[in-house]
């Protein structure tokens, strides 16, 4: 029984820390760059898009297929970082955890 009630304490210490790397993951701020900086993004933990900064010298009509691109491009930059921060923050809780590879947290 006492088996029992140190497993639900850990479980409730685990979710207590999951919960805050949450919060943590929500505030992490990546920014991507394309163009040379021509084009940068910022993007929160959860790979939503916060700002968008694009350089004057690219508003020709003729280059809008190229800002269209660099607009991806540098999208999947920040996005590419803030996963890569997410992983950090979620390997530090769960060092020592036997966790199976590929297995992504949070869920």
């Known amino acids: 029984m006492r088996d029992i009630m140190g497993m639900m304490g850990k ?7 999951m ?7 929500a505030d992490i701020r990546a920014e991507g760059k ?3 900086g021509l084009v940068t993004i910022t993007l929160d933990g959860k790979g939503e898009m916060l700002s968008l900064k694009i350089d004057p010298s690219l508003f020709k009509e003729d280059d809008v297929e190229i800002l269209e691109d660099l607009v991806v491009a540098a999208h999947k930059d920040a996005k590419g970082k803030a996963e890569a921060l997410a992983g950090e923050k979620t390997k530090e809780l769960t060092a020592g955890l036997p966790i199976p590879p590929g297995f992504k947290l949070p869920f």
């Open 19 to 25: 919960e805050k790397m949450q919060a943590e993951i």
């Open 34 to 36: 394309s163009g040379g």
């Open 11 to 17: 479980v409730k210490e685990m979710q207590a820390k």
